[in-house]
């Protein structure tokens, strides 16, 4: 069974803090993405991967970086945590090709910054 | 300005009958179309897709109808089950840039 992992289920965090977030897929996927999610606004692109050290911005990059050194594992940071960060992340995994639209899902970290 | 548009937060249906979820967008060089189910503390889960080539695909329960010249699709389930009581989000992308643009999403409760 395919499966994507997410570090945390919740997690809180201080104003200026540094945040991780490890996401790690067992399905050998080339992809990998990183979203959040926000009532009224559905998912939104922070950044993907479609290889090891390889990443391109999606929508909403700022104030976030992503490390992927390793093919199952992609980090999303938050270099300094701010209160409008607080959101649902969400990671997810496809294939290359055309099946990339088929993308796996963590369950998702709630994050809250005071 | 979003591109992909849920415009009913939620829908109640009985259980039996048919349920329609819709989904209009705004860019007409999206060439491919899915809907994702996301149940509750869990992430979402593709569920059926389009290509812009056909106007509708079939998937046992599940049918997706694409009407391009109304820029506009919709998920039919027949017959409802209690167990399709989830958030589903309608997506779109445009040809392979590996950006899914997603819609606002629609809770559907099903009322045994």
């Given at each position: 069974?395919?499966?994507?992992?997410?570090?945390?289920?919740?997690?809180?965090?201080?104003?200026?803090?540094?945040?991780?977030?490890?996401?790690?897929?067992?399905?050998?996927?080339?992809?990998?993405?990183?979203?959040?999610?926000?009532?009224?606004?559905?998912?939104?692109?922070?950044?993907?991967?479609?290889?090891?050290?390889?990443?391109?911005?999606?929508?909403?990059?700022?104030?976030?970086?992503?490390?992927?050194?390793?093919?199952?594992?992609?980090?999303?940071?938050l270099e300094?945590?701010?209160?409008?960060?607080?959101?649902?992340?969400?990671?997810?995994?496809?294939?290359?090709?055309?099946?990339?639209?088929?993308?796996?899902?963590?369950?998702?970290?709630?994050?809250?910054?005071? | 300005?979003?591109?992909?548009?849920?415009?009913?937060?939620?829908?109640s249906v009985?259980?039996?009958?048919?349920?329609?979820?819709?989904?209009?967008?705004?860019?007409?060089?999206?060439?491919?179309?899915?809907?994702?189910?996301?149940?509750?503390?869990?992430?979402?889960?593709?569920?059926?897709?389009?290509?812009?080539?056909?106007?509708?695909?079939?998937?046992?329960?599940?049918?997706?109808?694409?009407?391009?010249?109304?820029?506009?699709?919709?998920?039919?389930?027949?017959?409802?089950?209690?167990?399709?009581?989830?958030?589903?989000?309608?997506?779109?992308?445009?040809?392979?840039?590996?950006?899914?643009?997603?819609?606002?999403?629609?809770?559907?409760?099903?009322?045994?």
């Open positions: 069974d395919v499966k994507v992992t997410q570090s945390s289920r919740y997690l809180v965090k201080r104003t200026g803090e540094k945040v991780f977030l490890e996401c790690v897929q067992d399905m050998d996927h080339e992809n990998m993405f990183w979203y959040r999610q926000d009532p009224g606004l559905g998912l939104r692109l922070i950044y993907f991967s479609y290889d090891v050290k390889m990443k391109e911005k999606g929508d909403i990059p700022e104030g976030y970086s992503v490390s992927r050194e390793k093919k199952e594992r992609f980090s999303l940071i300094s945590a701010s209160t409008n960060q607080t959101s649902m992340y969400l990671c997810a995994s496809s294939l290359s090709g055309t099946n990339w639209v088929e993308q796996f899902f963590g369950p998702g970290t709630r994050l809250t910054v005071l | 300005d979003q591109q992909v548009k849920q415009n009913s937060p939620s829908l009985q259980e039996g009958r048919i349920s329609i979820l819709n989904c209009d967008y705004t860019n007409s060089m999206f060439d491919y179309f899915l809907w994702y189910k996301k149940y509750p503390a869990e992430g979402p889960t593709f569920l059926i897709s389009i290509s812009s080539i056909k106007d509708k695909n079939e998937d046992g329960r599940f049918t997706v109808f694409l009407n391009k010249s109304a820029k506009h699709l919709s998920l039919h389930i027949v017959p409802s089950q209690p167990g399709d009581s989830a958030v589903y989000f309608c997506a779109a992308s445009e040809g392979s840039n590996y950006q899914l643009i997603w819609g606002a999403g629609t809770k559907l409760i099903i009322k045994p």
